[in-house]
């Protein structure tokens, strides 16, 4: 049976309350917008890319618990990163909290949120910093949904 | 000497639950506490086994047969209709249409009542309170037929400004609707009076009474409305039920909704003759078990009295208005003169999303998000709330169990 403190750990609760990467990157050269109306979760990402990587990364946005976390570790994560290296992050991250991982992947900070896999209601608030970087990355102007 | 005093009985609520089989589920190891009933009620063993027993041993389809089946379903059917009738204090049962749901109910008025007679520049009004099935008909025909959209403004604590209302209660106007009670804030509107302002100025109003007909008497003729419809499921009944109720002459004026079997006389490929009302307004082979479940929830109600159904459910109110305000950080959303037994609110740095999973693994299910009302969290600024809405079933302990989920939630946060 699944404990709220797979959810809710010290690290997620604290990326939640003091999100990394938070704000506005007047230099970026990439931008795309998450929403999920049916949760209230919303994310905007910016990206400052350099030739194939990623320079600087923030994120704006206002949202539950599990999808800021999932954002601030992910602009952590990403940054300085290529980007193949963080589409490759991207699949594995989204791997693993939809229980497919075989936690032999080294997704360090990411990892803690292995828990949300028992909380498949909360999937789409984990990944939805995820597709909305992905958009950005691929220059797609639309807004992002995980719902 | 004494005089006898007749006491009513008192609401025996440990009695009633066990009419509810679903409410002895465990969820995540714990009992539970089902606190989500303005989104759909639990159901009472005697509408699941009407169901049950209507496929066992009634099963037809109904209105065009001559055999024995399909006469016991007919009759099952239309005394439902009655039934309905009664519920609604309706003049006639020839002026309850037997719909999905209140949606459609609304969707059926917009389409077959106002869109006939709306020109470009004439008016809608509707509140700032209303859920989406309420707002988004209205929005649909407005871009058709180049109408305007008129809301009226709702206060601080939640209630409809009556002034305003009046004020936007033009000569084009076409119709007014407004919800009985609503669905995120609890505010019970004064309906009755907001029917007469708008009948001064000749000018038809629907309510829709989704969230009012669980909870508080209804009687269509006292309030003057020409339409009132609600949902099956939110009254104990089944899902993919619902009824509208709308003045014979209204029905009688207007065109059909949706074309096809059973609301025609006669069809032949140049004429087609529509059937009376309300045949006219239900084509097709109906919801036939979801109507027949729907009155055993009627007579369930009224087995235990309205009036001592909303007692009971205004003391749950007032335990856990009372209750919940003591929580640190926590504010509720929707303090109107009169609520029903809802409670929306929002918890200082905790999202509702998150309220609402921490809530879930202590068994307890609430609402999390916009309750299909975004202009109205727009209004009080928040992107969502968390809302506990309670029933006939609940009881005062179920409430304890909330404070102690709230409480926990505080713990993990830190707040």
Redesign the interface.
């Known amino acids: 049976m699944s404990d709220l403190s797979d959810l809710y750990q010290e690290m997620i609760l604290d990326h939640y309350k003091a999100p990394r990467n938070f704000g506005a990157l007047p230099e970026a050269n990439r931008v795309a917008h998450g929403d999920n109306p049916l949760c209230g979760d919303k994310v905007a990402v910016t990206v400052k890319v350099d030739g194939d990587r990623i320079r600087d990364i923030r994120f704006k946005g206002a949202g539950c618990a599990i999808s800021t976390a999932s954002a601030s570790l992910m602009t952590e994560t990403v940054k300085g990163k290529t980007r193949q290296e963080a589409q490759e992050l991207f699949e594995k991250f989204h791997k693993m909290v939809t229980g497919g991982g075989n936690g032999g992947d080294d997704l360090g900070k990411l990892e803690v949120f292995s828990g949300v896999s028992e909380f498949p209601v909360r999937v789409k608030c984990a990944s939805l910093a995820w597709h909305t970087l992905k958009a950005a990355l691929e220059g797609s102007k639309e807004t992002v949904s995980t719902e | 000497m004494k005089t006898a005093v007749t006491s009513r009985p008192a609401y025996d609520v440990r009695k009633v639950r066990e009419d509810f089989p679903i409410l002895k589920t465990r969820v ?2 714990k009992p539970l506490v089902y606190l989500d009933n303005a989104a759909t009620t639990q159901k009472p063993r005697v509408v699941i086994d009407a169901v049950r027993t209507y496929y066992e041993s009634m099963n037809a389809n109904i209105h065009r047969g001559v055999h024995y089946l399909s006469e016991l379903g007919t009759q099952a059917y239309e005394n439902a209709r009655l039934k309905v009738a009664r519920f609604l204090n309706a003049a006639d049962p020839r002026e309850i249409v037997f719909t999905r749901g209140a949606t459609e109910a609304i969707n059926l008025v917009a389409r077959s009542f106002v869109a006939p007679a709306l020109r470009a520049g004439d008016e809608i009004l509707i509140t700032a309170l209303e859920h989406h099935s309420n707002i988004v008909p209205w929005q649909i025909l407005r871009d058709e037929k180049e109408a305007v959209l008129r809301v009226a403004p709702v206060d601080d604590r939640g209630d409809v400004i009556l002034e305003e209302l009046e004020k936007l209660l033009s000569s084009r106007t076409k119709i007014l609707s407004v919800a009985h009670v609503s669905n995120a804030l609890g505010t019970v509107n004064p309906v009755k009076a907001m029917v007469d302002l708008a009948r001064r100025r000749g000018v038809p109003v629907l309510v829709d009474g989704a969230q009012a007909v669980p909870h508080l008497k209804v009687d269509v003729r006292d309030l003057g409305c020409d339409f009132y419809c609600f949902s099956g499921h939110k009254l104990y009944g089944p899902t993919g039920v619902g009824a509208l109720y709308g003045r014979a002459e209204r029905l009688e004026a207007m065109p059909p909704y949706q074309g096809g079997g059973d609301m025609i006389l006669s069809v032949s490929f140049e004429k087609t003759v529509y059937n009376k009302i309300p045949y006219k307004f239900e084509a097709g082979t109906p919801n036939i078990e979801g109507v027949i479940g729907l009155a055993p929830a009627i007579d369930y109600l009224g087995g235990l009295g309205l009036d001592a159904v909303g007692a009971h459910e205004h003391r749950l109110l007032e335990a856990a208005t009372e209750a919940l305000g003591q929580v640190k950080g926590l504010r509720i959303i929707g303090t109107a003169r009169e609520k029903s037994a809802v409670i929306s609110f929002v918890l200082d ?6 309220v609402g ?2 809530l879930d ?1 202590e068994g307890i299910a609430i609402r ?3 309750h299909c009302a ?1 202009p109205l969290m727009d209004r009080f600024g928040v ?2 709330t968390a809302r506990a809405s309670f029933a006939l079933y609940n009881t005062k302990e179920e409430v304890d169990t909330l404070v102690d989920g709230l409480r926990k939630v505080s713990e ?3 707040t």
């Open positions: 995540r190891g740095g905790v999202h509702p999303h998150d999973t921490i693994q999390t998000g916009h975004q992107p969502a993990v946060f830190g």
